[in-house]
T-cell receptor
């Protein structure tokens, strides 16, 4: 059974870059899609973006974050990562990674999630 | 963005009750509609995908239905473990979006 585990700093200073890793174990990363989602009291659940392990690693980002987000995939280490630049207090949230697949990338929902990591943006 | 509106935002129920949560999409999402359960301090858990298909391992007291852009999650014979927050999600149009959640607590 696949397991996902987020890791990274719990505190990031305003204007700096947030970097998180999602380690995947128990199954291959291919041929699935892998997303980052965040949850905050003010905004609820927000999908950040995904990376596909098909072909050349296609990405798709939420337009609200597109200018600041990069999701990448390390095939040799079985993990994928999130980079969010120029963070502000509004980026404070619990960040989750999740797996999905199916037609269009997620016709079967997000079937496996990491436990989440709290990230606070504060000086 | 496709807006997903859940109702009610919260409800109180007793063990053994049957409850229904609804989710309305602001435009067509076909059947790319999924339901999740989230307990406090935990990640969301997939219950139903494709509007009506039960995820493997999920008890059969959970069921989903659809009518156009209106979707429903029904929980029959509520169990103590079912008191949680439920979210709908559409993965039809980008960006993928979630409903605001429905909290189910014990009456």
């Amino acid at each position: 059974q696949v397991q996902l585990q987020e890791s990274g700093p719990g505190l990031v200073r305003p204007s700096e870059t947030l970097s998180l890793i999602c380690a995947v174990s128990g199954d291959s990363m291919s041929p699935y899609y892998w997303s980052w989602i965040r949850q905050s009291p003010g905004k609820g659940l927000e999908w950040i973006g995904y990376i596909s392990t098909r072909g050349s690693g296609t990405t798709n980002y939420n337009p609200s974050l597109k200018t600041r987000v990069t999701i990448s995939w390390d095939t040799s280490k079985s993990h994928f990562s999130l980079t969010l630049t120029s963070v502000a207090a509004s980026d404070t949230a619990v960040y989750y990674c999740a797996r999905h697949w199916g037609y269009g990338g997620a016709s079967r929902g997000f079937d496996s999630w990491g436990q989440g990591i709290q990230v606070t943006v504060s000086s | 963005d496709i807006q997903m509106t859940q109702s009610p935002s919260s409800l109180s129920a007793s063990v053994g009750d049957t409850i229904t949560i609804t989710c309305r999409a602001s435009e067509s999402v076909s059947n790319y509609l999924h339901w999740y359960q989230q307990r406090p301090g935990a990640a969301p858990k997939l219950l139903i995908y494709g509007a009506t298909t039960l995820e493997s391992g999920v008890p059969s007291r959970f069921s989903g239905s659809e009518s156009g852009t209106d979707f429903s999650l029904t929980i029959s014979s509520l169990q103590p473990t079912d008191f949680a927050t439920y979210y709908c999600q559409q993965t039809y149009g980008f960006p993928w979006t979630f409903g605001q959640g429905t909290r189910v607590d014990i009456k």
